[in-house]
Antibody, heavy 120, light 107 residues
Framework: QITLKESGPTLVKPTQTLTLTCSFSGFSLGTGGVGVGWIRQPPGKAPEWLALIYWGDSKRYSPSLESRLTITKDTSNNQVVLTMTNMDPVDTATYYC????????????WGQGILVTVSS | DIQMTQSPSSLSASIGDRVTITCRASQSISIYLNWFQQKPGKAPKLLIYAASTLQSGVPSRFSGSGSGTDFTLTITSLQPEDFATYYCQLSYSSPWTFGQGTKVEIK
């Protein structure tokens, strides 16, 4: 059974850097065809894909946020870390990590999500 | 980037109704389209991948169709647990864009 869980701060100040950790079990990022993605969802809005890291350490970023995002993996500890710089109140959202399968490029399952509020 | 347009944004339906939600891509994406269901306070759940393949454990009243630019999610005989928001998601290439969502409410 695959499970994922996000952890990190729930409140950050404008201009600060957000660091989120996704801890997962039930699969390995050393296995071909696998990845972990980050998706966020502002309150009442649609999900927005942010970043993806593949088993081979290849990375993809949302073009609109690429300059602010970094995704890394720790394969031995089954963790993926997302950093987002220069946080702004519009970045307030629930942040999810999700298992990614490259067979048909799906995100499933997702973690429970973590609500991050950006406010001074 | 490929844009996804989902419609309608909301609909009201009764138990037992047939419901259809559409998603249109700005260019051909073959069958690379996924559908998700999201209930309040929960993470999205994958229902259908590759346009028409039901994810394991998803009831057969859900079905997907389409290829190229036009796709459809159909729920036959709507059940109480189906009232939720549904999203399409581009799976052809990154960025993995989501549609704007369709909220299915009780009439």
């Amino acid at each position: 059974q695959i499970t994922l869980k996000e952890s990190g701060p729930t409140l950050v100040k404008p201009t600060q850097t957000l660091t989120l950790t996704c801890s997962f079990s039930g699969f390995s990022l050393g296995t071909g065809g696998v990845g972990v993605g980050w998706i966020r969802q502002p309150p009442g809005k649609a999900p927005e894909w942010l970043a993806l890291i593949y088993w081979g350490d290849s990375k993809r970023y949302s073009p609109s946020l690429e300059s602010r995002l970094t995704i890394t993996k720790d394969t031995s500890n089954n963790q993926v870390v997302l950093t987002m710089t220069n946080m702004d109140p519009v970045d307030t959202a629930t942040y999810y990590c999700a298992h990614f399968s490259s067979s048909f490029n799906w995100f499933d399952p997702w973690g429970q999500g973590i609500l991050v509020t950006v406010s001074s | 980037d490929i844009q996804m347009t989902q419609s309608p944004s909301s609909l009201s339906a009764s138990i037992g109704d047939r419901v259809t939600i559409t998603c249109r891509a700005s260019q051909s994406i073959s069958i690379y389209l996924n559908w998700f269901q999201q209930k309040p306070g929960k993470a999205p759940k994958l229902l259908i991948y590759a346009a028409s393949t039901l994810q394991s454990g998803v009831p057969s009243r859900f079905s997907g169709s389409g290829s190229g630019t036009d796709f459809t999610l159909t729920i036959t005989s709507l059940q109480p647990e189906d009232f939720a928001t549904y999203y399409c998601q581009l799976s052809y290439s990154s960025p993995w864009t989501f549609g704007q969502g369709t909220k299915v409410e009780i009439k």
